[in-house]
Antibody, heavy 120, light 109 residues
Framework: EVQLVESGGGVVRPGGSLRLSCAAS????????MSWVRQAPGKGLEWVSGINWNGGNTGYADSVKGRFTISRDNAKNSLYLQMNSLRAEDTALYHCTRKGISMGYAFDMWGQGTMVTVSS | EIVLTQSPGTLSLSPGERATLSCRASQSVSSGYLAWYQQKPGQAPRLLIYGASSRATGIPDRFSGSGSGTDFTLTINRLEPEDFALYYC??????????FGPGTKVDIK
């Protein structure tokens, strides 16, 4: 089955760190660029970070630049998001997404997400 | 950074009617790198339209996208009960950030 499954979310205090993981299956992972997209409770979608197929190019939203680091391990079919210096405004459901090669590089596959809550 | 504005915020329609959703960009979206997603409560978003006008795999033909430059439209002909949801437009492509619009909610009148 073709799917993305996120893990690693939880409750963390402001200033703390978390590492999110996304396990990909059912497709050739290293053919695809990937991104993280988050959604705060009751709010819209926000692109957080993206990485190309081999990890050589990465990008970040201004809101997380310098605090979050995206990476991937193609041998393990996995995507990661290291989140440091977390703030209350980082509280959200974090989705792992795939940039679809046959869909003009739009985000054609989404995981169900892992919830991150930053609270004291 | 390209900022996307969607209108209206909420669209109240009846099943069988046509929905017309607008997405306006603060600057030209190159190569039509504009996508539309549908999101239902408790679910992940689903890609509907990419390249401004191409339907994603498995998307019914009552969904259509159009536009270029800074003005884009998602049209849903003959609304089905399952079409009442949130819709987001997104700029994507090779140069991040890949911003989303604030969304349009299509609800039942």
């Amino acid at each position: 089955e073709v799917q993305l499954v996120e893990s690693g979310g939880g409750v963390v205090r402001p200033g703390g760190s978390l590492r999110l993981s996304c396990a990909a299956s059912g497709f050739t992972f290293d053919d695809y660029g990937m991104s993280w997209v988050r959604q705060a409770p009751g709010k819209g979608l926000e692109w957080v970070s993206g990485i190309n197929w081999n990890g050589g190019n990465t990008g970040y939203a201004d809101s997380v630049k310098g605090r979050f680091t995206i990476s991937r391990d193609n041998a393990k079919n996995s995507l990661y998001l290291q989140m440091n210096s977390l703030r209350a405004e980082d509280t959200a459901l974090y989705h792992c997404t795939r940039k679809g090669i046959s869909m003009g590089y739009a985000f054609d596959m989404w995981g169900q997400g892992t919830m991150v809550t930053v609270s004291s | 950074e390209i900022v996307l504005t969607q209108s209206p915020g909420t669209l109240s329609l009846s099943p069988g009617e046509r929905a017309t959703l607008s997405c306006r960009a603060s600057q030209s979206v190159s190569s039509g790198y504009l996508a539309w997603y549908q999101q239902k409560p408790g679910q992940a978003p689903r890609l509907l339209i990419y390249g401004a006008s191409s339907r994603a795999t498995g998307i019914p033909d009552r969904f259509s996208g159009s536009g270029s430059g800074t003005d884009f439209t998602l049209t849903i002909n003959r609304l089905e009960p399952e079409d009442f949801a949130l819709y987001y437009c997104q700029h994507y492509g090779s140069s991040p950030p890949f911003t989303f619009g604030p969304g349009t909610k299509v609800d039942i009148k």
